[in-house]
T-cell receptor, first 117, second 111 residues
Framework: GAVVSQHPSRVICKSGTSVKIECRSLDFQATTMFWYRQFPKQSLMLMAT?????????EQGVEKDKFLINHASLTLSTLTVTSAHPEDSSFYIC?????????????FGPGTRLLVL | GESVGLHLPTLSVQEGDNSIINCAYS??????FIWYKQESGKGPQFIIDIRSNMDKRQGQRVTVLLNKTVKHLSLQIAATQPGDSAVYFCTFSGGYNKLIFGAGTRLAVHP
């Protein structure tokens, strides 16, 4: 089956620093990837759509200057949380869209737990 | 507006029983629905999907039913096992391949 990886799996950082999270599709190419955020005991909230070779599309209320997204290749998207603060602590999950047999399916990464002190 | 809601936030079942998780949606234009399973600390895992031109689809131990008249979706798990314990999300495509997630239902399987 399709595999999506994320790195790191968890990260602890000091307030004010920037953190980069990588999302990779390991066995397929993905022109579109998505970034979600999930707070404890809550659902996944879509943050942005990452498009290979073009700018990301952000959902309403998500600061694009704070959450920088780069989709450098067909297998890699990165999310950088700039000047992180404790309220940015969350579980960040990416997904990659795989196209096949006339349909598109999203496969999710294992998530990255961010703790900002 | 678009939304996906769930009737029951928590469902407790005995091992071996059948489980039914329900979901209501509001957008009558939705044409593709997906159920995901999320275990603690992990990303969502695809379970089964269904398109609006169908009202039932079966997988291994799982069945999804779609009632477009009342905008209701359900996931049935047969012979529930401890490994089925997780949070289950009903989702539908929100255009441009986006997925709209519902609040989720936690399934707890007791021996």
């Amino acid at each position: 089956g399709a595999v999506v990886s994320q790195h790191p799996s968890r990260v602890i950082c000091k307030s004010g620093t920037s953190v980069k999270i990588e999302c990779r599709s390991l066995d397929f190419q993905a022109t579109t990837m998505f970034w979600y955020r999930q707070f404890p005991k809550q659902s996944l909230m879509l943050m942005a759509t990452s498009n290979e070779g073009s700018k990301a599309t952000y959902e309403q209320g998500v600061e694009k200057d704070k959450f920088l997204i780069n989709h450098a290749s067909l297998t890699l998207s990165t999310l950088t949380v700039t000047s992180a603060h404790p309220e940015d602590s969350s579980f960040y999950i990416c997904s990659a869209t795989r196209t096949g047999r006339g349909q598109e399916t999203q496969y999710f990464g294992p998530g990255t737990r961010l703790l900002v002190l | 507006g678009e939304s996906v809601g769930l009737h029951l936030p928590t469902l407790s079942v005995q091992e071996g029983d059948n489980s039914i998780i329900n979901c209501a949606y509001s957008n009558s234009a939705s044409d593709y629905f997906i159920w995901y399973k999320q275990e603690s600390g992990k990303g969502p895992q695809f379970i089964i999907d269904i398109r609006s031109n169908m009202d039932k689809r079966q997988g291994q131990r799982v069945t999804v039913l779609l009632n477009k008249t009342v905008k209701h979706l359900s996931l049935q798990i047969a012979a529930t096992q401890p490994g089925d314990s997780a949070v289950y999300f009903c989702t539908f495509s929100g255009g441009y391949n986006k997925l709209i997630f519902g609040a989720g239902t936690r399934l707890a399987v007791h021996p």
